[in-house]
């Protein structure tokens, strides 16, 4: 089975940056449509990023211009560099994967998932 898990959470200082890292060394990533998503308490969680079989990427508008998407196929990992954080950014997120050939920004589109990974940004 497919098996995700994230890397690099951590707390940082508004304006700040990380890099988070999603690997599963159990399959060819290349073969799936990925992407990254969040959430805060008991609200919907939130599609930031993805990218599909084509290297078609989108981004929400919350994060765009901020986040970049990126995978190395050769390493079975997939990336979310984030720049610019605020307190807003504060958020578990988490990894996602499917394989259909389009990637769109919704939750209910992807049947794998990590368990997450915390993300703190302070004021």
């Known amino acids: 089975q497919v098996r995700l898990e994230e890397y690099g959470g951590g707390s940082v200082q508004a304006g700040g940056s990380l890099r988070l890292s999603c690997i599963d060394s159990t399959y060819d990533m290349s073969k799936y449509s990925m992407g990254w998503f969040r959430q805060v308490s008991e609200k919907e969680r939130e599609g930031l990023a993805t990218i599909d079989l084509n290297d078609y990427t989108m981004y929400a508008d919350s994060v765009k211009g901020r986040f970049t998407v990126s995978r190395d196929n050769d390493k079975n990992s997939f990336y979310l560099e984030m720049n610019n954080l605020t307190a807003e950014d504060t958020a578990m997120y988490y990894c996602?994967?499917?394989?259909?050939?389009?990637?769109?920004?919704?939750?209910?589109?992807?049947?794998?998932w990590g368990q997450g990974t915390q993300v703190t940004v302070s004021s």
């Open positions: 996602a994967a499917t394989t259909s050939s389009v990637a769109p920004l919704r939750q209910s589109w992807y049947e794998y």
